[in-house]
């Protein structure tokens, strides 16, 4: 079955440093794949995807993600972390054999100390 | 673009009462997806519709479950008898067909949630 896994549950980082959310995924094919924030209390708001062609792709907000398809990873990055970003962000995968639904990773909670 | 709405944000209910959530999307979107969000995890998909059409549903869905589209703009979803497992965050979300039901799709826009509390 497929499955998406985050393996950080928490992350802290300083702001102004880089930031790398790791996410592996596991499907049979070649995934669609995103990344949604959220912040306390409130729904998703779409960073950034990946159906195909370049595997370096560019999102809102300064956010960047990598599809290695060798390690089955979309990793997020940031080269300098705001304040702002602190939220929880999830990765999530679409494949056209799945249907129609997204399946979610159970998400990364980032803290950003000043 | 008004973005996807939900209402009520919040409901607490007492075990075994109904409750009903609605959902209005992206005025351009034909599909709309319910999703369930329990504290700690990501949100797990519910059900799918296209236009008026429910095509897919989770076996999470049981059948205190029931979700509707009747015009195929906003949307419901009702919970019958509620139990305190039901307590979660209700997200909807909803994306275009694309181009011949390719990737597009899966570009879903979520609205704010409604936060279920069954005490």
């Known amino acids: 079955a497929q499955s998406v896994t985050q393996p950080d549950i928490h992350i802290t980082v300083s702001e102004g440093a880089s930031l790398e959310l790791r996410c592996n995924y596991s499907?049979?094919?070649?995934?669609?794949l995103f990344w949604y924030v959220q912040s306390p209390g409130q729904g998703l708001q779409l960073l950034l995807k990946?159906?195909?062609?370049?595997?370096l792709v560019q999102g809102i907000k300064g956010f960047e993600a990598e599809f290695k398809r060798s390690q089955s990873s979309f990793n997020l990055r940031k080269p300098s972390v705001h304040w702002s970003d602190a939220a929880e962000y999830f990765c999530?995968?679409?494949?056209?054999?799945?249907?129609?639904?997204?399946?979610f990773g159970a998400g990364t909670i980032l803290r950003v100390k000043s | 673009d008004t973005g996807v709405s939900q209402n009520p944000r919040h409901k607490i209910t007492k075990r075994g009462q109904n409750v009903t959530f609605r959902c209005d999307p992206i005025?351009?979107?034909?599909?709309l997806y319910w999703y369930r969000q329990t504290l700690g995890q990501g949100p797990e998909f519910l059900t799918y519709f296209q236009n008026e059409a429910q095509l897919e549903k989770s076996r999470l869905l049981s059948d205190r479950f029931s979700a509707e589209r009747p015009k195929g703009s906003f949307s419901t979803l009702e919970i019958q008898r509620t139990e305190q497992g039901d307590s979660a965050m209700y997200l909807c979300?909803?994306?275009?067909?694309?181009?011949?039901?390719?990737?597009?799709?899966?570009?879903?826009?979520f609205g704010p949630g409604t936060r279920l509390t069954v005490t």
């Open positions: 990946y159906f195909s062609g370049d595997t």
């Open positions: 979300a909803s994306s275009s067909k694309g181009l011949a039901g390719g990737p597009m799709k899966y570009e879903q826009y």
């Open positions: 999530a995968v679409g494949a056209q054999e799945y249907g129609n639904k997204l399946v």
């Open positions: 005025s351009e979107h034909n599909r």
């Open positions: 499907y049979g094919a070649t995934p669609y």
